[in-house]
């Protein structure tokens, strides 16, 4: 008896600090802006519930649009840093001897480390009219005029691709360091080309951290903030800048929490559908360790 | 022969240069931003103008240093300050949380255990609203119902605790709750047979085994502490951390070397502590 | 005078019940054995003797007292673990002080027993290596001193031998024997390996699905077995299914389906001392039993000879030789189709080319002993 009370304590003592923390900054937070987000401002301090909020929204292309754009561009970053991480995964997962196998890791870990900000001011550095390309270009005597690269579609892709790639290398080397080479050697063996064994055997073994990978980089991609804005400038239109104007800029927040449901519904949407199009759940594909 | 890779040596060789490639792509922008900490011009572009120290340790206008920065060292305080309380508490709940998944039973736990792992996947600019959202409503509905001001909900050092708290927690869970699945039960039952209390068990054997995780928690928690931005940019007030700092002078101020020197010491910094994380794990798997 | 009594203890799961109404006597100062094949619950019962899961039913008393009020860390009971245990980030001195440690002993004291006890395994002056360091018999001596320098009243040992390879098992065993002689405390080992039982123990008790089906000396249960289940995991048998046809006091005559007829001995009549629950008692006419034979009871004899009334016979070929030393075997296929596992020795006359050669197993009708077959 004694020992089933000390066990029902510990379970509530271990278990109100988790309570606490979901409820308090997770769960109460999200239904707060959902609220929000249903609250249409008539007057100064006057408020009425409705989905005025979600109609403007919608009645805005510029709004929408950017939305679409946001996507759009998510789905490209996550598709090109699949197909640019991949062969590295797999290069430090089944190619690099034991020794160097670590070391390339960490190596591909180490911008991890490092903020954000500096990875973008790194590119902002690089790329800009008087940055280091455009001068050694000229130096070269290739173009005659200092080059604006910054600032354009392409180098805000780029520039995502950087900030994610790492994020779909780490659950690919994970999946694939667990396939046994016996597994090749057997499909080269009963008769299998190059291609059909990486088609058959390869993609196949690696599909759980594909499918993590994809998903944690679509997430981080359309939440990300400073990459598009540093990189892409003043008309980079990307979401998370249209809430953050909403919000600070404008103080609009009923605007801006409608725009904030309307980006996790999409973010949840889309995280949804990959799991469910390739049988996967959340707690084996996020928090795998 | 490893089946694995390309067996031509034309292949291999272009396999080899892709990596380089790619790896030059990764540091490159890490490469510039810390060099130009070093070029003694007033400008983070070429030309190469000598090598200098200014940057870091300069007094004299326009030169001033990042040591002699009031605001930039302000920021990198605040940074500290916050980091250390937050991975403090991730930690602390994070352990909480690896007991609670990994060795207790309670109705619902695939539910909660799904709620544990969603704040990693609700983007950091909504945590941070969202947060921001509801502190204003308690703070505003405690000042309309019983006339007191809530200062700590309105944003600041705290509501970036707070939001920081709220997705760090995940991933030191994680973190922890995945040293403690490898933790060998028998060896509590042993302490406890060999006439142990259960707190004495926990403290001498349990922890023990979890410090080099909870180690590593912690220099995480600290470090993705240390360079959030998304999150903490919602819920910043007037003392605003070093990423926020650099990102107003980038914005406002433009570029200039300074911002440099603050990457290359952002860059060692992190540099050191992972590896120290690396080396205490290490060492303790071991054995 | 008993260091540890279980009376009538039971252990529910839910609906299952893992172990069930058992009872059992240890002496002070003997090595008592309790061997069951994994999952028979006698892991579960060792745990409720050191305090980790609580009985659902009976008592258990060490030294005459009931200890069911007492925590796992308050009994003087200590275990040496499957896996051993001991703490890898503690030294070999650390792991042997815990103990003494929670106790609260003095610096000093510690100090003198650690290094007295560690002399007595034989592992002076180890204190300061780490476990990583030790070979597996090492780990073994160091886990039970852990326990032994506490005295404990009983120690409990759960396949401590399992995890190492046959050679070191085998010099174990003898040096588990020799530890329990010089400490000369109450040993309680639990196992699945019937040799590890039978050479080291004064007593042992099989148990199966939660009972236990006899309690004995070693040669009790080899040569007395009380039922199936122990004549069949107890030591090598060859076992016979057939139709009782005729009941002779302490004689059964069992018709195999082949048409041959066999005698033997019914368990627990005049010839069976080892007690038990024994539920072979009644059998009549008419029952399905089986009837056990130690390959040592068999003898071959080349040609084929006719029925003989004083002796069961059955008519086979050579099938194939085991050797092995000393324990090798002819196995012999029967006119039915079975294989039968015999002693070969070396006198017997048969050798590798007496393969496919036509002979007869015979043995006398005490040789066998037979049981009503479980249904």
Redesign the interface.
Known sequence: ML?TD?GRL??I???T??AL??LL??????I??GY?SLQVKLAPRVYEFGLANYFEFLNEPIYWNTLLRTAWISVLVTVLALL?GF??A??IA??ARKRSRAALF??????L??????????????LRE???FS??LQGAGLIGEPVELLYNDVTVVMGLV?TVVLFMIVPLVSTMDGMD?AL??AG?NLGGS?FTVLRRIVIPYAMPGIVAGC?IVF?LC?????TPV?LGGKNSMWF?EQ??QQ??TRYN?EA??TF?CV??AF??LA?WLGLKLTGQN??ST??K? | MNVAAPNSGFLRGVYGGYMLLFFLYLAAPLIVAGVFAFNDSNFPALPWNGFTLKWFFGTESPKIGMFHDSRLLRGIGNSLYIGVIVSAMAVAVGTCNAFLFERKQFPFKGFFYILMIVPLVIPGVILGISILVFASMIANGADDAIGIELGMLRPGIPLVILGQFSFLTTITSLVIAARLRKFDTTLEDAALNLGATRFRVLSTITLPFLAPAMFSAFVVAFLVSFENFNTTLMLVGPDAPLTITMYDRMVKVGSTPVLNAVSFFLMVGSGVLALLSVLVNRRKTEE | MFDLQCDNLTKMFGAFCAVNDVSLEVPSGSFFSILGPSGCGKTTLMRMIAGFETPSGGDIRIKGQSVLSIGPNKRNVKMVFQHLALFPMMDVGENIAYGLRCRGDSKSEIKTRVAAVLDRIGLAGYEGKRISQLSGGQKQRVAIARCMVLEPDVLLLDEPLGALDLKLREHMKIELKQLQHQFNTTFLYITHDQSEALVMSDNVAVMNAGRFEQIGAPEDLYRAPSSAFVAGFVGDSNRWSGTVTALDRDQVKVGLDGGATLVAPLAGGSSGQGGGSSNTGRLSVGDTASVFVRPEALVVTPGLLPDAPDRNRLQGTIDSFLFNGANSRVLVRTSRGELIEVDHRLDGGLSRESVGQDVTLEWPHAGGICFKAED
């Open positions: 020992r000390t510990s379970l003592l271990l278990f600090p988790f923390w979901i900054l997770i769960v109460l937070p999200q707060g802006i929000l640019v062969p590295v797999y290069y089944k190619i960490l190596l591909c870990l180490i911008p480390w490092v903020s954000d900000l500096v990875r973008a001011f790194g590119w902002i550095l690089l008087t940055g280091v001068s050694l950087y080479n090749i050697e080269y190059r998903i997430m359309a939440g990300s903030y400073l540093l998370t809430i953050y919000f600070i927040w801006g929490a904030g980006l996790l973010t949840s995280v959340l707690a996020v928090a360790d």
